[in-house]
């Protein structure tokens, strides 16, 4: 009994294991869409309204996906450099990947540094390579997501029939 007991918890923590790496890769989808979607909006707010980027940050905190510290704010309000805060904020993100993280951190350098075609043309240009970042990290999901569980469930198996 105690055997079959050792080896279903072997098997349970391998398929959790691998669960938490499969969720990884959705989380990672899930934050690059709320990227897209705050460069969708923050085109929308200088296009439309003319809004400021402190103006924009402040509207976006509550409802964006990621983080927006209120330093950041600040140093937007400011009109100081917000690039090492903005790459703080995005290294909060443990789910985005290197090729993600230079996106983003490109974006952090140029944005709010020119007119409203230039911040517009910056966001474009942000939201496209954001886009192809999305696709890899949805074909790596389909691809690897099943595979991370299944995995993890024939490790745990494999260990529990040792213990057995």
């Not at 079959?4 to 690059?32: K, N, Q």
């Not at 704010?73 to 450099?81: H, T």
């Not at 954001?130 to 299944?150: D, I, M, P, V």
């Amino acid at each position: 009994m105690t055997g079959f007991i050792g080896f279903t918890l072997a098997a349970l923590t391998g398929g959790c294991t691998g669960a938490f790496f499969s969720r990884r890769l959705s989380e990672r989808c899930e934050i690059l869409n709320c990227y897209i979607a705050f460069m969708q909006s923050m085109t929308a707010y200088i296009r439309y309204n003319g809004y400021r980027l402190s103006e924009i940050l402040r509207k976006e905190q509550d409802t964006c996906g990621f983080i927006i510290s209120d330093k950041l704010i600040n140093i937007a309000e400011s009109g100081s450099d917000i690039r090492q805060e903005w790459n703080s904020c995005v290294d909060k993100n443990s789910s985005l990947r290197v090729q993600d993280r230079q996106v983003l951190y490109h974006l952090g350098e140029v944005i709010g540094k020119s007119d409203t075609e230039g911040e517009i043309a910056s966001l474009s240009a942000a939201e496209s390579r954001l886009r192809q970042c999305l696709q890899s990290a949805e074909e790596e999901r389909s691809n690897k997501g099943r595979l991370y569980c299944t995995v993890g469930i024939m490790l745990g198996a494999a260990v529990g029939i040792i213990l057995i």
